[in-house]
């Protein structure tokens, strides 16, 4: 990722060759919080004046300011005894591993926990039932006619699908209509414009890297993330 912004330049400016590589071989972490290492900052300096970061207080100065807002949710009962005996496996399957096979383990286990929070049916083995609630879902249920009596037109984020399709399945039940987009969607940009266009659509759900690249959508007044 990190070597990303200098590809599209690397063909057209002579100034930008050798930027990913020495990006790539730099020390450390990627960018975040904190100093730049020493290896990043060269790159950086050399392609400053060609990439333009503009911020919402610099283009659009009316819009009003991000209000971002947590919402926690206690787990069903089923949910919690399933991420308590998940937990413990997850603790007792990385005390004889490798470094390399631990943070392997660790971040799959990281990801059926995100799942177990999210619905029982996103695991893929028998504690899977379809008859157990999920609050999440339950919660959004609860902010989606929240926000659609207020007139207002959301998006929802999941970064799983199987997590879109039950959404899509509550959306359907509740007779809501919606735009969808997920990575086997084909047209992309004619899914986007519907929803632009049709205020009748309150709701566009789609995958977290489906939407992030290269979609604009301007009209909608809230966020969801799942």
């Known amino acids: ?17 050798g930027c990913a590589s020495r990006v790539r071989g730099a020390s450390g972490p990627p960018p975040g919080p904190g100093p730049v ?3 990043r900052r060269r790159p950086s300096r050399r392609m400053r004046p060609f990439l333009l970061r503009r911020k919402k207080s610099d283009v659009a100065r009316d819009l009003p300011e991000k209000i971002e807002q947590v919402l926690s949710c206690d787990l069903s009962s089923a949910q919690r005894s399933t991420y308590d005996g998940l937990l413990r496996e997850i603790q007792l399957g990385v005390t004889d591993a490798n470094e390399a096979a631990v943070r392997m383990k660790m971040l799959l286990g990281l990801l059926r926990l995100r799942q177990v929070c999210c619905d029982l049916r996103l695991l893929s083995h028998d504690i899977a039932r379809e ?30 699908v199987k997590m879109l399709l039950l959404i899509r399945e509550q959306l359907e039940s509740k007779s809501i209509a919606f735009a969808y987009l997920a990575g086997q969607t084909k047209e992309r940009q004619a899914v986007v414009d519907r929803f632009q266009d049709d205020i009748n659509i309150p ?3 789609m995958n977290f890297n489906t939407g992030g690249f290269g979609l604009t959508a301007h009209v909608p007044q809230a966020l969801a993330l799942s």
Request: proline share 11%; charged share 25%.
């Open 1 to 17: 990722p990190c070597a990303a912004p200098w590809r599209p330049c690397s063909s057209r400016l002579p100034v930008a060759r």
């Open 37 to 39: 290492p020493r290896g």
């Open 131 to 160: 008859s157990v609630p999920s609050t999440k879902l339950e919660l959004l249920e609860e902010l989606l006619e929240e926000a659609i009596d207020g007139g207002h037109r959301v998006l929802v984020f999941s970064q799983f």
């Open 203 to 205: 709701v566009f759900s």
